[in-house]
């Protein structure tokens, strides 16, 4: 379902985010001290519709760094089910973000604790006007504008108005709880909103080699060497796999406590050394360009396209956070001079 609208102006945008947070606890993306990262909300204060993608992304609401999966103790084992999670909503996910999320979707259709956060959750896009400062969504078909994944997505339009599209049943009920005019879409709007689509694209740097390296991964024609000389710079800090919303590795690990204990679930890296080394002793990626190689393949070969899409979605933090200097743009302009 989409269907595009109107919104008068960005006052409306305030009404709804009111209505959301009578049933919601409303989370944005805030600048404090420098640093942008999703926070809680106050509905009674503008929106920021300038505010910069966070680093941290919107992983950890759906998927959280630790939670406990069962407990044990004398007497038996009780199965912990999904905590009851109070209804939330987070304003202002990037396309690049929504297109993460819905990737996690299909990773984790079948799980139980991350259905249940992403039942909680109310998701209201922000398509971006312009490049962000490293990001290539529109190399990878993530951005600028949404793909969908959303239930209600915001564009902001030149005159103070904002173009808004429904992508679901609940989200079509917010905006009319919300109680806020919408108006259609004439013909002079609609040529504005596919013209601001364009420009948006147009202002990324060309990037050819992204398109040359992916290609490349498809073809199987990277040599071993390419990869191993790769390997030295990965410092194994986990600082890509930790950022990347779409990363989902993780371990499950048993924690005693005399005749009691849990296991918990934490979040994992397959950059690391020991992260594929099976009992035997036999490790498949024992080299450090083996495991570039391998965590490279599974972000960028359509190998993996049965989760709908390439495992990068272009925003760019990996680059930002990589002490060696191999994050996605700077792997795919090395791989794709050739």
């Given at each position: ?57 919107a992983k950890r609401f759906f998927f959280p760094p630790r939670e ?77 504008f949404a793909r969908g994944g959303y239930d209600l997505d915001l ?84 600082g890509c796999t930790s950022l990347c919303p779409t990363c989902s ?90």
């Open positions: 379902m989409t269907a595009l609208l109107v919104l008068p102006s960005r006052d409306a945008v305030g009404a709804l985010r009111r209505s959301l947070a009578r049933d919601r606890v409303l989370y944005e993306v805030s600048v404090e001290d420098g640093e942008a990262d999703w926070r809680p909300a106050r509905p009674d204060r503008p929106f920021d519709f300038a505010a910069p993608p966070p680093l941290t992304g406990t999966l069962l407990r044990w103790h004398a007497t038996g084992v009780d199965v912990t089910p999904p905590e009851d999670i109070a209804p939330f909503a987070l304003v202002g996910v990037r396309p690049c973000d929504l297109a993460a999320i819905a990737y996690q979707d299909r990773f984790f259709a079948d799980d139980a604790w991350y259905a249940a956060r992403r039942s909680a959750a109310f998701l209201v896009g922000l398509d971006c006007t312009h490049a962000c400062a490293g990001g290539f969504c529109v190399n990878v078909d993530a951005g600028p564009t902001p339009l030149p005159d103070g108005r904002v173009a808004v599209q429904i992508g679901s049943e609940r989200g079509r009920a917010a905006l009319a709880s919300a109680g806020v005019d919408t108006l259609t879409v004439d013909a002079e709007t609609d040529a504005t909103f596919t013209h601001l689509r364009h420009e948006a694209a147009a202002s990324f740097p060309a990037r050819p080699f992204v398109g040359r390296a992916i290609a490349r991964l498809d073809a199987g024609t990277i040599a071993d060497d390419e990869w191993q000389a790769l390997g030295p710079a990965c410092l194994a800090c986990t590795c993780f371990t499950v690990v048993d924690e005693p406590r005399g005749e009691a204990g849990e296991r918990v679930r934490v979040w994992d890296s397959c950059l690391l050394e020991g992260f594929q080394r099976e009992a035997s002793g036999h490790h498949p990626a024992p080299r450090p360009g083996d495991r570039v190689h391998r965590f490279w393949h599974h972000k960028l070969s359509r190998d993996f396209a049965s989760l709908g899409r390439l495992g990068c979605v272009g925003c760019g933090r990996c680059d930002v956070t990589c002490p060696g200097s191999i994050g996605a743009l700077r792997t795919l302009a090395r791989l794709g001079e050739r």
